[in-house]
């Protein structure tokens, strides 16, 4: 019996810690341009990494539950580079470097499966997306790329299985906006 009070107790401690990073709020990131809906707290963070561009310092801004939390959530994160002029120059090279970038970006999570990927428009700016079920895990991951205001903004959000996720994900990609 204590030991079932005790796990009972520990499982609330766990649950009301999570809890602290499950307010949904919109996040303006003047710095890259955009405002986005998410969870709290966010973290902005950078790294110099081989891009569509070349080697190019990519911002991010994200949200994880913490290590203590139980969540059906495992990231929400947006990040961003700046576009050379002639990377969307015109609708061809514009095309060509949101398709380069989306199959860079399926390659972060398999190098074995085919992930297929559409053109999309994000809220009004030309991007491409694809989702993706891993066969082996418990994770579904969801991306979309979009260029607007001389930037490449890579969206994703990943998830568990077996949640009902659709509203947060859905409001998450549709609260994106430039500023």
Known sequence: ???????????????SCGEKNNKWTTHNIP????????FSP?????KTEITVFGKQERHFVSWKPSSVAIDKFKLFEVSYINCPASAIAD?????????????????DFSEVDVIESQAIELNGYPGRAFFYDA????TLVSVK????NGKLYDLVAIAKKNYSTNNEMSNFFN???TL
Do not use: H, W, Y
């Not at 966010?42 to 950078?46: D, G, H, P």
């Not at 380069?100 to 399926?106: E, N, V």
């Not at 790329?145 to 607007?148: K, Q, R, V």
């Open 1 to 15: 019996m204590r030991t079932f009070i005790s796990l009972l107790c520990l499982s609330f401690i766990i649950l």
């Open 31 to 38: 710095e890259g341009g955009f405002s986005v809906g998410m």
């Open 42 to 46: 966010v973290e902005k963070t950078k």
């Open 91 to 107: 609708s061809i090279q514009l095309n060509a470097t949101l398709d380069k970038a989306i199959d860079m970006r399926k390659n």
């Open 135 to 138: 066969p082996k895990g418990n």
């Open 145 to 148: 790329i979009c260029i607007a």
């Open 175 to 177: 609260s994106f906006k």
